[in-house]
């Protein structure tokens, strides 16, 4: 049973800097052809891809963010790290993590949650 | 990168077949695969089609999509709607490993 679940702040001031961890279960992160994405949806917005790690340590970021945006893996505890600088209120939505195959296609298989971020001082 | 625009909204009675597009500004829709995601209000996204036109099991045959080269759009068409399909439906591709969502549309289903 692949479950995945989204852990932060909910709330940022701006300027800091927002630290999400992803935690999974049910696959591995080691396995070819798996990976992570996260994604933000803005109240009453589209969604948004952000970034993508996969089983090779690669990264792969969206190209309007990616000077502000990290991600990271920890294989060892099934967690994927994103971290994103410089927050604004424009960031405050809901991030979610999904489970990605990369098996000649790129495919959210499994979502988590959700986490709400809300970005006021 | 490229864009993939859908329409904001749809509207469709119960029964009737909906059909919504979602196309691609640069680059071959063909190229690469297309997935079709349901999300209902307060929840997380779920998969109704990947790779163009694949159903993940529980998804009931009443979803299909396809591509269209000619107009260089992907379509989710919903057949038998049900009042219980009413939500926001968003396509997603991608390339050179970048991702791509389409703005959504809102299915009304009145």
């Known amino acids: 049973q692949v479950t995945l679940r989204e852990s932060g702040p909910a709330l940022v001031k701006p300027t800091q800097t927002l630290t999400l961890t992803c935690t999974f279960s049910g696959f591995s992160l080691s396995t070819s052809g798996m990976c992570v994405s996260w994604i933000r949806q803005p109240p009453g917005k589209a969604l948004e891809w952000l970034a993508l790690?996969?089983?090779?340590?690669?990264?792969y970021y969206s190209t309007s963010l990616k000077t502000r945006l990290t991600i990271s893996k920890d294989t060892s505890k099934n967690q994927v790290v994103l971290t994103m600088t410089n927050m604004d209120p424009v960031d405050t939505a809901t991030y979610y993590c999904?489970?990605?195959?990369?098996?000649?296609?790129?495919?959210?298989?499994?979502w988590g949650q959700g986490t709400l971020v809300t970005v006021s001082s | 990168n490229f864009m993939l625009t859908q329409p904001h909204s749809v509207s469709e009675s119960p029964g009737k077949t909906v059909t919504i597009s979602c196309t691609r500004s640069s680059g071959s829709i063909a190229s690469n695969y297309v997935q079709w995601y349901q999300q209902r209000p307060g929840s997380a996204p779920t998969t109704v089609i990947y790779e163009d036109n694949q159903r993940p099991s529980g998804v009931p045959d009443r979803f299909s999509g396809s591509i269209d080269s000619s107009s260089n759009s992907a379509s989710l068409t919903i057949s038998g709607l049900k009042t219980e399909d009413e939500a926001d439906y968003y396509c997603q591709s991608y390339d050179s490993s970048i991702v791509v969502f389409g703005g959504g549309t809102k299915l009304t289903v009145l």
């Open positions: 790690i996969d089983w090779d340590d690669d990264k």
């Open positions: 999904a489970r990605t195959t990369a098996a000649g296609n790129y495919y959210f298989d499994y």
